[in-house]
């Protein structure tokens, strides 16, 4: 199953769940931006990865998307880079540099997240991104990115999704999770005191 595949199946099914105006604070001030869902272009950079594009901007929040879809699992996570390392602009010291390298290391490795054992789902793909080494990062509103692709042998039996993301980046506050399981969809919120999710 490719990934235009799933996040078109995303943006159909899913309009209901995602809004279109984002609120970001930065510098004291709020700003609101409007996104047009698709090719997302804001501050002058795009994604077109429409999983990541349903995502808001905004600090101490992030964004999981996942869909099953017979035995293939598609998720995708999308961060304001605040939340992640504590700054929105081109890394400029070896320090900052070795955290965005050491984040998107951590993000690669995928174990911030498992499933219920009995669904026996297995990581095929990490991809970790961020907009802090694209070249128009000082630009500001600079996310981190995160792809993965798993099989589960008995997807039936996915009914668990176990987050130990809060215990690994303290700024992040709370999760908004959509999900697509075999045509069912659903939506929940996670945080740091109630990091399990019940697909039902």
Partial sequence: ????LVASLLVCSLMALSTTVVAHEHGGAEHKHDHQHGTDKHDGHEHDDELVALGAHVHGHAV??????????????????????????????????????????????????????????????????TDLTEPQANEGHADFYANYQLL?????????????IFELLPALEHMDIQWIINGQQGASQAALSSSTVRFQ
Avoid at 1 to 4: D, R, T
Avoid at 120 to 126: R, S
Avoid at 158 to 163: H, R, S
């Fill in 64 to 129: 999981l998307t996942l869909v099953l879809e017979g035995n293939e699992m598609q998720l995708a996570f999308q961060s304001a880079a605040q939340s992640i390392v504590g700054f929105e602009h081109k890394p400029s010291t070896a320090e900052q540099k070795q955290e965005v390298a050491a984040a998107i290391a951590v993000f690669n490795q995928g174990d911030w997240f498992s499933f219920n054992n009995d669904a026996n789902c297995e990581l095929a793909m990490a991809e970790a991104s």
């Fill in 1 to 4: 199953m490719k990934l235009s």
């Fill in 152 to 164: 589960c042998q008995r997807p039936a039996r996915l009914n668990e999704l176990k987050l130990r």
